[in-house]
């Protein structure tokens, strides 16, 4: 539910530490191997080896969302998140823990009238 009130505001961000992808990518990447066996949603990646992963067909209350560098595991792990903001701030700490610049993130709701 959270990314598809993303996407109802936005297609796809670029922020400093990489990307949330456009709707039509998300849809593509996830029909890949091995995001399509194990039910992952796709959503973005980094600049370097990870994809940001949403888990299909989880509780709201559940964990849902994990970074799974593909470089590093041989396999996807359990989701380790349980919302975006989660996601998108541990990403953002990783970056400013290794650039010069550091980038803030900020996440809020976006009235129906913007």
């Not at 593509?28 to 973005?44: A, Q």
């Not at 903001?85 to 980038?103: F, H, K």
Request: glycine share 2%; net charge negative; aromatic share 14%.
């Amino acid at each position: 539910m959270q990314l598809e009130e993303l996407y109802k505001k936005y297609d796809g961000v670029l922020f400093p530490f990489g990307m949330l992808y456009p709707v039509e990518q998300a849809v593509e990447m996830s029909s890949r191997l091995p995001f399509v066996e194990e039910k992952w949603f796709c959503f973005g990646q980094d600049h370097f080896s990870s994809y940001w992963l949403c888990k299909m067909d989880t509780a709201v209350e559940d964990l849902a969302f994990t970074i799974w560098d593909h470089e590093m595991q041989s396999a996807i792990e359990e989701p380790s998140f349980q919302t975006l903001e989660e996601v998108l701030d541990y990403v953002a700490m990783e970056y400013n823990s290794s650039e010069l610049d550091e980038c803030s993130v900020i996440i809020k709701e976006c009235d129906e009238k913007d």
